[in-house]
């Protein structure tokens, strides 16, 4: 990780708001352009934005058709054969097992990626046999957009760019859990409220008041806890909230696509819930939230930072647009781009203002980490949220199916994020499986507890969204009932694990460390609290090795040792460690097993 990433966490200083964004970017040809042509060439950018206009031998071009991935090329789908027709349709399969129930077709198109376009008969004849091949395999398709191209010729041609989607048939819906970062009083549960609950808010934060937890939450406006809130979209493509649905059951059951946002807080003093959000419920992506009316303003730059140092994907909403002039607005948004320009961040803003703009920015955004969609948007009068909606309806898992194999293939790994006691039930464990697959029914051990043991315990249920659900596979969240599993025995950290995994836990850890900001020296020591995945616990520095102490922006390798309980810990994990303004990223390098630690002693 880039020290410089060290700007973001530091002191908030002012900032100046005269730098001239990137804006838009997606003028720039149709669909996905590579990220060369995004940020180098300008020359490039203006030519294709003035092709529309003037006549040219160089129509504008897709980057070459990849042999894997969701998306899929073809000139023109007119009167198949009977063979070419079986052919194209377990294509489709193939492409849709790639994007994990997603494909995105490409009418129109060279293999080359040369935009070429179709007579409107060719085109109609194409989307007619686009739709019989999603019939045969049971998909949907939607047509995201078309558009006339340039291309030597007196006909109009037209290119279509086409969703295709299916729920696999190992689950129920496609799933993608989303964070909600910024700075108190941005507006972020309210957003969600909107999104959610399908009615616009009052001004004065009615929408929110769903999402809210605790008394407290109701009485100040400000979320403290972790609360989830979802968001579905059948398989046309159109929205499925509360609105229409009276219950989560009754979304799942209706929905193919799910988004799950993850609402984290914004003040300074809740710091240590939001990074417990970021680091144990493994958001796919993060959702920035910053108010038109405040700018970069309180914990905003160190949300940002956060996500960076996770590489947790980020995308910008700029909030409350209706309650200042145009000006503001654009000046929040220059202000955005100047700090996603810095060398610390190195991102491309793209401005989204149409829904042009939005498909381009859904797809770029999933194949590029540097692009960064920027929307601006008013959950009081409506403005601009459905591009918000296309985006996510839009927008692709990060992960493909090989991935996801792989993991399932691994044994059982469930880490425990929440525990609660269901009247009737029992007791109940709120996590993410890390890996393999769990079954109702299913025995598995749990741990480690202060002695460092594991407990044999029995998933009597399992629920996702709060719909009842026979099989979990990798990657997903869920809570598992445990029966009449003494509750006091958990805690959150644990993992539930395989009982032939065998795993290993450890009171001492070593980690490659970058020290981000730090108002003196770190030495030995120097008490932290260690965020690893669900785990979060008190640390002490043992040992710097080869240095005596650190400043602010050095590299080390440090080892630790926890206070309380061992922890199980991967090599290789993500590391975030904090304590008052001290902060600092890194990765475990190295475990030193409980076991051999009590042969030591």
Not at 160 to 166: F, G, Q
Not at 179 to 192: C, E, M, R, W
Request: net charge positive; charged share 25%.
């Amino acid at each position: 990780m880039d020290p410089r990433v060290s700007e973001l966490f530091g002191s908030s200083s002012g900032l100046k708001s005269g730098s001239q964004g990137l804006g838009s970017g997606s003028g720039n040809g149709f669909g996905m352009v590579s990220k060369k042509s995004c940020s180098k060439n300008g020359k490039k950018v203006k030519n294709r934005a003035t092709r529309n206009t003037k006549p040219s031998n160089n129509p504008p071009y897709l980057p070459p058709e990849a042999e894997e991935g969701n998306i899929e090329y073809k000139l023109k789908l007119v009167n198949p054969t009977q063979y070419r027709f079986e052919h194209l349709a377990t294509q489709m399969k193939w492409r849709l097992q790639e994007g994990r129930g997603e494909a995105v077709y490409q009418i129109g198109v060279e293999d080359n990626g040369l935009l070429v376009g179709l007579s409107e008969e060719d085109m109609r004849a194409s989307l007619k046999t686009l739709h019989r091949m999603a019939e045969k395999v049971g998909a949907d398709i939607t047509v995201l957009r078309e558009r006339e191209v340039d291309y030597d010729s007196d006909v109009p041609r037209k290119i279509a760019e086409v969703l295709v989607r299916k729920v696999p048939d190992d689950q129920q819906f496609l799933d993608l859990r989303v964070a909600v970062l910024g700075n108190v009083d941005s507006g972020k549960s309210t957003l969600l409220g909107v999104l959610t609950q399908g009615e616009l808010d009052n001004g004065r934060g009615r929408a929110r008041l769903n999402l809210f937890r605790h008394l407290h939450e109701i009485q100040s406006g400000r979320t403290s806890s972790i609360s989830f809130e979802i968001l579905g979209f059948n398989s046309k493509g159109e929205v499925v909230n509360y609105s229409e649905s009276r219950t989560a059951e009754e979304i799942c059951e209706s929905a193919s696509k799910m988004i799950t946002f993850i609402d984290l807080a914004g003040h300074h003093k809740y710091l240590k819930t939001t990074i417990f959000g970021l680091t144990s419920y493994c958001p796919d992506f993060a959702m920035l939230v910053v108010g038109a009316n405040t700018g970069i303003a309180g914990t905003t730059r160190e949300h940002l930072g956060l996500a960076m140092a996770l590489k947790v994907p980020i995308f910008i909403v700029v909030s409350k647009v209706d309650l200042c002039p145009r000006g503001t607005v654009e000046r929040t948004v220059r202000q955005l781009e100047r700090v996603l320009k810095q060398p610390g961040c190195n991102k491309v803003p793209m401005l989204v203002s149409n829904a042009d703009d939005a498909v381009t920015a859904a797809q770029q955004f999933a194949q590029s980490p540097s692009i960064t969609p920027i929307f601006t948007l008013s959950s009081v009068s409506g403005e601009s949220l459905d591009l918000l909606k296309v985006f996510f309806n839009i927008l692709p898992p990060l992960s493909n199916s090989k991935d996801q194999e792989e993991l399932m293939q691994q044994l059982t790994e469930f880490q425990v994020d929440e525990i609660y006691t269901v009247p009737d039930v029992g007791t109940v464990v709120g996590g993410t499986l890390y890996s393999g697959i769990c079954r109702e029914g299913e025995r598995l051990v749990v741990g480690p507890t202060d002695e460092g043991q594991f407990l044999g315990l029995r998933v009597c249920s399992i629920q996702r969204n709060r719909s009842a659900c026979r099989v979990l596979r990798a990657g997903q969240a869920a809570t598992l009932a445990l029966g009449d599993f003494d509750r006091s025995l958990l805690r959150k950290g644990m993992v539930m694990v395989s009982p032939e995994m065998n795993p290993t836990i450890c009171w001492l850890f070593e980690a490659e460390i970058v020290l981000l900001f730090h108002a003196k020296t770190f030495h030995k020591g120097f008490q932290v609290t260690v965020h690893v995945g669900n785990v979060r616990q008190t640390a002490t520095v043992e040992r710097l090795h080869g240095k005596e102490e650190l400043r602010t922006g050095e590299k080390a390798v440090v080892r630790f040792r926890f206070i309380k309980h061992p922890e199980y810990l991967k090599v290789g994990a993500k590391l975030l460690f904090r304590e008052g303004v001290t902060k600092g990223i890194g990765h475990v390098t190295h475990l030193q097993p409980a076991s051999l630690l009590k042969q030591d002693s």
